[in-house]
């Protein structure tokens, strides 16, 4: 009977050890899939740490990339706006050379006009003028005051005028009796066949001769 107890204690015991060892190890398995699964999650945390890290440095590069094409194009941007200012100087030059030949040609032509309408007038005038020199070359011997005065009332006016028109570069060339001949202004209208072997000088002016910025336009008419 006492045997028969102890081995029911024993197996009693036995089945006891067999319980807590079977708690035991599936506690250890549960250790064990804990600590499996605190590997795998720091494997993921650090598997997503190290893809977060290469998207960072894929990110950067593409960033990098990016920013060296903006860079480029950028530059390539400001190469064609300086050609593009380089090119607008050029025309700028030349309009400038363009506007300058022109005002020179403008003021060259109104100069050359001004001058043309100057010896027209003065072409136009030359009747008027050389009448009124004749004249007073042969004003008629008077003793009648009225006369007189008119006269030389007339040779004031004319001898101004002349003045007015000698002040805008205009000469009027009036020899005198007895100046040598001056081919260059003067027209000599009679035969002088006969006068070839002596000096020929001015016997008589016929007419009076202009000249207009050292241009001779009406050449004195002379008799020798």
Known sequence: MSNSNNNDKKTSQNLEDLKNQNITNSVDEKELEKN??????????????ISEEK???????????SFEEYLKNLE?????????????QIKTARLSEELQKYDKHKELYATEMAKK????LLKNLHPFLNTLYLAFNFLPN?????????????KIS?????????????EI????????????TMNIINDISNNQNQEITVKQVVSIGIKVD?????????MV
């Open 214 to 222: 050292n241009q001779v336009i009406i050449p004195v008419s002379i």
């Open 117 to 120: 309408a100057k010896k027209d």
């Open 142 to 154: 008077t003793d009648d005051e009225n006369i007189t005065k008119f006269f030389k009332t007339l």
């Open 55 to 65: 998207t960072e440095e894929i990110n950067m590069e593409e960033i990098s990339k």
């Open 76 to 88: 390539k941007q400001i190469a064609t706006k300086e050609q593009e200012i380089k090119t607008w």
């Open 36 to 49: 499996d699964d605190d590997i795998k999650s720091k494997n993921s945390i650090e598997a997503d740490k």
């Open 158 to 170: 004319f001898d101004t005028l002349i003045n007015d028109i000698q002040k805008q570069q205009i």
């Open 173 to 184: 060339i009036v020899p005198k009796i007895g100046d040598f001949v001056d081919p260059t």
